[in-house]
């Protein structure tokens, strides 16, 4: 079967990317599947003028319509403190949440450190590390910056004690989740199980974003800047990752050493 015109692109946009002195490379040493994506992320600089999109009309005064409408869709027209839904969609919300809370990414963040440190993948424990624990100060430097207040237009589902601009959960959550599901994916060679864990990894980062407005603790646009940075921060890391692995600075994750499988 032939490819279809996307694939096509997809495929001639790969051939020029291997003629350039360091991406050519870079790209050489990585599976198809990894080549692929690499592309896509390539274009993950649109997440960061996204942000700063996003972080401009913040800083232009109080939440505009669109803020407020999806806020006051998401509650009982006759009862804004009533979020739609039967009582135990709220619970369950609160529930997912939790996946980007601070005491859930830790958690998660140390037990893959340490299973790194366990597997002698030292170089790529302290890479999670440092990629997890600079998101994190970037997260709440960013809100110190704006300091903008948390939506006071419906009562809050649950009890907040920072800055609503970015998201800390949305922005953490794609911070951790992206950047393991990406160590993970170097550890497998079939594009299907790749898919999944990023799928999965994304999957998670939404649902955790959706349930931060649901709650009533934060704007939209806080949601759309942290999915937006927490993305373009976990790339950025794993274009650094697969750097250092090529250069044997970090271990790769299929083999130990190196760069994974081809596919």
Request: glycine content about 10%; some cysteine; charged content about 15%.
């Given at each position: 079967?032939?490819?279809?015109?996307?694939?096509?692109?997809?495929?001639?946009?790969?051939?020029?990317?291997?003629?350039?002195?360091?991406?050519?490379?870079?790209?050489?040493?990585?599976?198809?599947?990894?080549?692929?994506?690499?592309?896509?992320?390539?274009?993950?600089?649109?997440?960061?003028?996204?942000?700063?999109?996003?972080?401009?009309?913040?800083?232009?005064?109080?939440?505009?319509?669109?803020?407020?409408?999806?806020?006051?869709?998401?509650?009982?027209?006759?009862?804004?403190?009533?979020?739609?839904?039967?009582?135990?969609?709220?619970?369950?919300m609160r529930d997912l949440t939790a996946l980007g809370g601070t005491s859930v990414?830790?958690?998660?963040?140390?037990?893959?450190?340490?299973?790194?440190?366990?597997?002698?993948?030292?170089?790529?424990?302290?890479?999670?590390?440092?990629?997890?624990?600079?998101?994190?100060?970037?997260?709440?430097?960013?809100?110190?910056?704006?300091?903008?207040?948390?939506?006071?237009?419906?009562?809050?589902?649950?009890?907040?004690?920072?800055?609503?601009?970015?998201?800390?959960?949305?922005?953490?959550?794609?911070?951790?989740?992206?950047?393991?599901?990406?160590?993970?994916?170097?550890?497998?060679?079939?594009?299907?199980?790749?898919?999944?864990?990023?799928?999965?990894?994304?999957?998670?980062?939404?649902?955790?974003?959706?349930?931060?407005?649901?709650?009533?603790?934060?704007?939209?646009?806080?949601?759309?800047?942290?999915?937006?940075?927490?993305?373009?921060?976990?790339?950025?890391?794993?274009?650094?990752?697969?750097?250092?692995?090529?250069k044997g600075g970090v271990e790769g994750e299929a083999n130990g050493s190196g760069?994974?499988?081809?596919?």
């Amino acid at each position: 079967m032939s490819d279809t015109p996307p694939l096509s692109l997809l495929k001639r946009g790969l051939h020029r990317l291997e003629g350039l002195p360091i991406v050519g490379p870079l790209l050489a040493s990585v599976s198809t599947m990894e080549r692929a994506t690499l592309v896509v992320v390539g274009f993950i600089a649109f997440a960061f003028y996204l942000f700063l999109v996003v972080a401009d009309e913040v800083t232009e005064g109080p939440p505009g319509s669109l803020d407020r409408g999806i806020l006051l869709a998401l509650r009982n027209p006759a009862d804004p403190s009533d979020p739609l839904g039967p009582p135990w969609v709220e619970e369950m919300m609160r529930d997912l949440t939790a996946l980007g809370g601070t005491s859930v990414l830790t958690l998660l963040t140390l037990a893959v450190i340490f299973f790194l440190i366990l597997t002698r993948k030292r170089h790529a424990a302290l890479l999670v590390a440092v990629s997890v624990a600079g998101g994190t100060i970037l997260s709440q430097g960013l809100k110190w910056g704006f300091d903008r207040p948390r939506p006071d237009l419906v009562p809050h589902g649950m009890s907040v004690y920072s800055q609503s601009f970015p998201s800390g959960h949305a922005m953490l959550a794609a911070v951790v989740y992206l950047t393991l599901a990406a160590l993970l994916a170097r550890t497998q060679k079939r594009t299907r199980v790749k898919l999944f864990l990023l799928g999965g990894a994304a999957a998670i980062t939404v649902i955790v974003g959706i349930s931060r407005i649901y709650l009533g603790v934060h704007w939209p646009t806080d949601v759309v800047g942290g999915w937006a940075l927490g993305a373009a921060w976990a790339s950025t890391c794993w274009l650094v990752m697969l750097w250092l692995q090529r250069k044997g600075g970090v271990e790769g994750e299929a083999n130990g050493s190196g760069a994974s499988p081809r596919d």
